[in-house]
């Protein structure tokens, strides 16, 4: 089987934001019925990450069948997670803790984790709205790393 991954990274608070979910609507559209079979991953770190999982849901919902699979990737146990496992896990299919993150030191957990998550990735889908900040040194490293990358912030 051909598993084709996307990741999602974005800056904590965004702008437009009706506008970027509309883009990411018809860019899943197109990727879970032109793929054999699409891994996404995703943080739940900013607004972006909430907007994202948001429409992966729908868009799982509305054209998915049986082609994909939705996983939370957190950096290290968080108590949020712990408390509300099952609710969680009601809504992604999987939740795992990204081992290589999970024994970094806390301040750096979250890029650790971003790095690792691009390194997974056939496609990074970013809406990167600024110039500075963690999501966008995340995608400036999945440059580096030659993956295909599609920021929903640029004007089309």
């Avoid at 996307?6 to 979910?21: K, L, M, P, T, W």
């Avoid at 883009?23 to 019925?33: F, M, S, Y």
């Avoid at 998915?64 to 712990?82: C, I, M, S």
């Avoid at 939740?95 to 290589?100: N, P, S, T």
């Amino acid at each position: 089987m051909n598993i084709y991954t996307v990741s999602f990274f974005g800056h904590r608070s965004i702008e437009r934001g009706a506008e970027i979910d509309n883009r990411l609507d018809k860019l899943l559209h197109d990727l879970i019925t032109q793929r054999e079979y699409i891994d996404f991953l995703i943080g739940r770190d900013g607004d972006f990450d909430l907007l994202a999982s948001a429409a992966v849901k729908r868009a799982i919902h509305s054209y998915g069948y049986g082609n994909t699979h939705f996983t939370l990737v957190l950096p290290y146990l968080k108590a949020e997670y712990r408390d509300n496992e099952k609710e969680y896990l009601d809504y992604y299919d999987n939740v795992e803790i990204c081992a290589e993150s999970a024994e970094a030191h806390p301040k750096s957990a979250i890029q650790v984790r971003n790095r690792s998550i691009i390194d997974r990735s056939d496609l990074v889908i970013c809406c990167i709205q600024h110039k500075s900040g963690g999501a966008y040194q995340t995608i400036q490293y999945a440059e580096k790393q030659g993956k295909k990358i599609v920021n929903l912030a640029d004007e089309n």
